[in-house]
């Protein structure tokens, strides 16, 4: 009887679904603290600025990134920023204890990914693509993959009740071209809370202030106030619109206020996850067209 509830509820379209709770769960998914603000935090504050609950994941602990820190010392400052974050973004964050530069998309994990996409109940799921600089990166992208439809399998990871659907799985925007770019099929418009997402990664003082600027020899070009930094990190930080996204931005907002868009976020449709139609996008994103 259960798997027959299942399988009904698999088919139902998504609207009545969604109209039994109109919460909007939606869960992004980094390798490290810092990593989903930087992808989804303007679209991160939509969701949360209409009541939707939106979850922060960092896969590992963050203690191998640093000059002069590390291990469970720097792992407690990385959770301690990621905290400041998630209270700036109106999102709870979570910061798994797996190490930093060892991920690997092993049963372990994936098992960890499958339950925390079950507990959230996840409409909506956004994480790497698996093309980055990065081995902690890629291989998130690789555990979201392999969680996308065993998410919804009953012996898989038993000990948390199944999804009675598949979320939509989205890979956020990156600049890797090979073996091929990002393919934007969603574009948010997050022009008018891109100070409050700058605002709200500039809590990651360790990673933006400190680490990475070290490993480009630019530390000493960070500035010493906080109202200069966070000018700092915008300038550095802020995406440009590329013309593929700019044709995202038009499809969904219309040409006319699609041109007076300054600053978006843009994900492509996972191909594992369920595939949703345009009107099942616009019930997901219902700050589109706003």
């Given at each position: 009887?259960?798997?027959?509830?299942?399988?009904f509820?698999?088919f139902?379209?998504?609207?009545?679904?969604?109209?039994?709770?109109?919460?909007?769960?939606?869960?992004?998914?980094?390798?490290?603290?810092?990593?989903?603000?930087?992808?989804?935090?303007?679209?991160?504050?939509?969701?949360?600025?209409?009541?939707?609950?939106v979850?922060?994941?960092?896969?590992?602990?963050?203690?191998a990134?640093?000059q002069?820190?590390?291990?469970?010392?720097?792992?407690?400052?990385r959770?301690?920023?990621a905290?400041?974050a998630g209270?700036?973004?109106?999102v709870?964050?979570?910061?798994?204890?797996?190490?930093?530069g060892?991920?690997?998309?092993?049963?372990e994990v994936?098992?960890?990914?499958?339950?925390?996409?079950r507990?959230?109940e996840?409409?909506?799921?956004?994480?790497?693509?698996?093309?980055?600089?990065?081995?902690?990166?890629r291989?998130?992208?690789?555990?979201l993959?392999?969680?996308?439809?065993m998410?919804i399998?009953?012996?898989?990871?038993?000990?948390?009740p199944?999804l009675?659907?598949?979320?939509?799985?989205?890979?956020?925007?990156?600049?890797?071209?090979?073996?091929y770019?990002f393919?934007?099929?969603?574009?948010?418009?997050?022009?008018?809370?891109?100070?409050?997402?700058i605002?709200?990664?500039?809590?990651?003082?360790?990673?933006?202030?400190?680490?990475?600027?070290?490993?480009?020899?630019?530390?000493?070009?960070?500035?010493?106030?906080?109202?200069?930094?966070?000018?700092?990190?915008?300038?550095?930080?802020?995406?440009?619109?590329?013309?593929?996204?700019?044709?995202?931005?038009?499809?969904?907002?219309g040409?006319?206020?699609a041109?007076?868009?300054t600053?978006?976020?843009?994900?492509?449709i996972?191909?594992?996850?369920r595939q949703?139609?345009?009107?099942?996008?616009?019930?997901?994103?219902?700050?589109?067209?706003?």
């Amino acid at each position: 009887m259960k798997y027959l509830i299942i399988a009904f509820f698999l088919f139902l379209p998504f609207s009545l679904v969604l109209s039994q709770d109109k919460k909007i769960n939606v869960i992004v998914i980094g390798a490290h603290p810092d990593d989903p603000d930087g992808t989804a935090g303007g679209t991160a504050i939509k969701f949360a600025e209409l009541g939707h609950n939106v979850l922060f994941v960092s896969l590992t602990n963050g203690d191998a990134g640093h000059q002069s820190k590390g291990g469970g010392a720097l792992a407690k400052i990385r959770r301690g920023e990621a905290q400041e974050a998630g209270k700036r973004l109106g999102v709870t964050y979570r910061v798994l204890d797996n190490h930093d530069g060892e991920l690997l998309p092993t049963l372990e994990v994936r098992h960890q990914v499958i339950r925390l996409i079950r507990e959230w109940e996840a409409d909506i799921v956004i994480g790497p693509r698996p093309y980055d600089y990065h081995p902690d990166h890629r291989n998130t992208a690789l555990l979201l993959q392999d969680a996308a439809y065993m998410v919804i399998v009953p012996n898989v990871a038993s000990d948390t009740p199944p999804l009675k659907r598949n979320p939509i799985f989205l890979y956020a925007q990156d600049r890797f071209q090979k073996p091929y770019p990002f393919i934007p099929d969603i574009a948010i418009d997050i022009s008018d809370v891109l100070d409050r997402k700058i605002y709200a990664m500039a809590a990651h003082e360790s990673q933006y202030f400190e680490w990475l600027p070290w490993t480009v020899s630019q530390e000493q070009n960070v500035p010493k106030k906080e109202k200069e930094r966070i000018e700092w990190l915008k300038s550095g930080r802020r995406r440009t619109i590329i013309p593929a996204v700019k044709e995202a931005l038009e499809k969904w907002y219309g040409k006319e206020k699609a041109d007076k868009i300054t600053d978006a976020e843009a994900f492509e449709i996972c191909e594992y996850g369920r595939q949703p139609n345009e009107s099942e996008i616009r019930e997901l994103f219902p700050m589109i067209g706003k």
